[in-house]
């Protein structure tokens, strides 16, 4: 899909159209004088030189003036635009993009994942750009935006959509035999559905207190892995001492659910010590009843952590770029049946052919090169970059296959 007024687009197309329009009049005007010259001046006509040109100061002067303003304009209008493109407008969104052999995952601020980058329409976006292993190249025809992701170095492009829609997103860089298919889209919603997009709970898994929590921008004030910031961390606090204010009296209490709800629909009543009392009162309009009991239950860890998916894993991680669900294998073994195979692999030197079993696939996610599957190439990468319970999910998700 194409649109091609929004900034991005709007910059490289002008410089282009400019610098492409001198070119064509230069083209055509020089090429219709010599034209006229070779008809005019033929040898038939005029056996011998009619006149000998000493030279022409004026005409010398133009022939050089003219051309360094006309390439200079051009260098001045390519710059001004350029710096367009590098320099991020106020208010712009953010959201990081890795690139992996072979595909593109999406990490948004709030740590959601998505093979696909879901934006608002009209907003400007900054798209940090890494690279896992090789070099890549984010490139979007339709927003006319191109930047390499290199290993170990991290850039960025900028967009700002003018149009809902779906915008081609592909690898301009060669990097190996996945290269083709490393290809996904931006979705360019309107504000609303960007809204409800990034309010649904199930597309980012996340329990609905910790939703609460980003919603209402207590995240702003708390964190929730232990370091201090304007308010106390909500980082483990079921049942720890808090000392707090109350009536000029210090008291010490065990923090419950009582006293959370309590802390957050009349904080003022009870301040934990060493802070500001800074933090506005929820009300039932603001927390509903049933939320703030989700966050009370976030916060005290009642909630059962979020089951794992294997499958949405294998997704994410972009395994399936390279191993099929469906029994083909072009690239690697397929995982259509992996759970119940006998495989042989190539271990110091020697084959060895063993039952596939957890044991084996941890092996083989953590150190894919101490074995390697006979009839296939070194090129999975190591996922030492999962945690333990990812890894987990992925082994048991794999064992039934
Ligand atoms: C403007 C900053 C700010 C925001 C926003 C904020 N808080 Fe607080 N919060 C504080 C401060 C400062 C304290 C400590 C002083 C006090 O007890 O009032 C606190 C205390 C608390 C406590 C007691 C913690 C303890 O260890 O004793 C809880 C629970 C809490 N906040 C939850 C929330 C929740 C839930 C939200 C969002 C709905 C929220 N806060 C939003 C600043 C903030
Ligand atoms: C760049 C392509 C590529 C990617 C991406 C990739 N793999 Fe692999 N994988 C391979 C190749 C090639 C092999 C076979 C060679 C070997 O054993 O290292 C393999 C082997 C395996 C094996 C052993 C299979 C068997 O039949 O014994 C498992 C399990 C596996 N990969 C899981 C994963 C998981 C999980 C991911 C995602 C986190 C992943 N792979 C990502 C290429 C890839
Ligand atoms: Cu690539």
């Given at each position: 899909?194409?649109?091609?007024?929004?900034?991005?687009?709007?910059?490289?197309?002008?410089?282009?159209?400019?610098i492409?329009?001198?070119?064509?009049?230069?083209?055509?005007?020089?090429?219709?004088?010599?034209?006229?010259?070779?008809?005019?001046?033929?040898?038939?006509?005029?056996?011998e030189?009619?006149?000998?040109?000493?030279?022409?100061?004026?005409?010398?002067?133009i022939?050089?003036?003219l051309p360094i303003?006309?390439?200079?304009?051009?260098?001045?209008?390519g710059?001004?635009?350029?710096?367009?493109?590098?320099e991020?407008?106020?208010?712009?969104?953010?959201?990081?993009?890795?690139?992996?052999?072979?595909?593109?995952v999406?990490?948004?601020?709030?740590?959601?994942?998505?093979?696909?980058?879901?934006?608002p329409?009209?907003?400007?976006?900054?798209?940090?750009?890494?690279?896992?292993?090789?070099l890549?190249?984010?490139?979007?025809?339709?927003?006319?935006i191109?930047?390499?992701?290199?290993?170990?170095?991290?850039?960025?492009?900028?967009?700002?959509?003018?149009?809902p829609?779906?915008?081609?997103?592909?690898?301009?860089?060669?990097?190996?035999?996945?290269?083709?298919?490393?290809?996904?889209?931006i979705?360019?919603?309107?504000?609303?559905?960007f809204?409800?997009?990034?309010?649904?709970?199930?597309?980012?898994?996340?329990p609905?207190?910790?939703?609460?929590?980003?919603?209402?921008?207590?995240?702003?004030?708390?964190?929730?892995?232990?370091?201090?910031?304007?308010?106390?961390?909500?980082?483990?606090l079921?049942?720890?001492?808090?000392?707090?204010?109350?009536?000029?009296k210090?008291?010490?209490i065990?923090?419950?659910?009582?006293y959370?709800?309590?802390?957050?629909?009349?904080?003022?009543a009870?301040?934990?010590?060493?802070?500001?009392p800074?933090?506005?009162?929820?009300d039932?309009?603001?927390i509903s009843k049933?939320d703030?009991?989700?966050?009370?239950?976030?916060?005290l860890?009642?909630?059962?952590?979020?089951?794992?998916?294997?499958?949405?894993?294998?997704?994410?991680?972009?395994?399936?770029?390279?191993?099929?669900?469906?029994?083909?294998?072009?690239i690697?073994?397929?995982?259509?049946?992996?759970?119940?195979?006998?495989?042989?692999?190539?271990?110091?030197?020697?084959?060895v052919?063993?039952?596939?079993?957890?044991?084996?696939l941890?092996?083989?996610?953590l150190?894919?090169?101490?074995?390697m599957?006979?009839g296939?190439?070194?090129?999975?990468?190591?996922?030492?970059?999962?945690?333990?319970?990812?890894?987990?999910?992925?082994?048991?998700?794999?064992?039934?296959?």
């Open positions: 899909m194409n649109q091609l007024n929004n900034p991005t687009a709007q910059a490289v197309d002008n410089v282009l159209i400019y492409f329009g001198f070119s064509l009049i230069l083209l055509l005007g020089i090429t219709a004088v010599t034209i006229y010259f070779v008809v005019k001046y033929r040898r038939s006509k005029y056996p030189p009619t006149s000998q040109v000493e030279g022409s100061w004026l005409l010398e002067s022939w050089t003036v303003i006309i390439v200079m304009t051009m260098f001045w209008y710059w001004t635009n350029y710096v367009g493109l590098r991020i407008p106020a208010g712009a969104m953010e959201v990081k993009a890795t690139a992996r052999m072979w595909s593109w999406f990490e948004y601020p709030d740590g959601r994942k998505e093979s696909k980058l879901y934006v329409v009209n907003k400007p976006v900054k798209v940090q750009l890494y690279s896992a292993d090789v890549h190249s984010f490139f979007v025809p339709a927003f006319r191109k930047r390499d992701t290199v290993p170990d170095i991290e850039s960025y492009v900028w967009f700002q959509a003018t149009e829609g779906s915008y081609d997103i592909f690898c301009a860089e060669y990097c190996g035999v996945g290269h083709a298919d490393m290809t996904t889209s979705e360019v919603l309107s504000e609303e559905e809204a409800e997009w990034s309010q649904s709970p199930q597309s980012s898994g996340d609905r207190g910790l939703v609460v929590l980003n919603e209402q921008g207590c995240i702003g004030c708390h964190s929730l892995d232990g370091s201090e910031n304007i308010g106390p961390t909500l980082f483990e079921a049942g720890n001492p808090r000392q707090i204010e109350k009536d000029g210090t008291l010490e065990t923090i419950d659910e009582d959370l709800k309590r802390a957050i629909r009349d904080p003022e009870e301040i934990t010590k060493g802070f500001d800074m933090m506005p009162a929820y039932e309009e603001t049933e703030l009991q989700a966050v009370v239950d976030y916060l860890g009642k909630v059962a952590p979020v089951e794992l998916s294997g499958g949405k894993l294998l997704a994410e991680n972009g395994c399936i770029s390279c191993h099929s669900m469906d029994g083909s294998e072009e690697a073994p397929t995982f259509m049946g992996i759970g119940e195979r006998q495989v042989t692999v190539e271990r110091d030197g020697k084959e052919t063993l039952k596939v079993d957890a044991e084996y941890r092996r083989a996610l150190e894919p090169d101490a074995e599957v006979k296939f190439a070194p090129m999975m990468p190591a996922v030492d970059y999962l945690s333990e319970e990812e890894i987990d999910a992925i082994i048991n998700y794999l064992l039934k296959q």
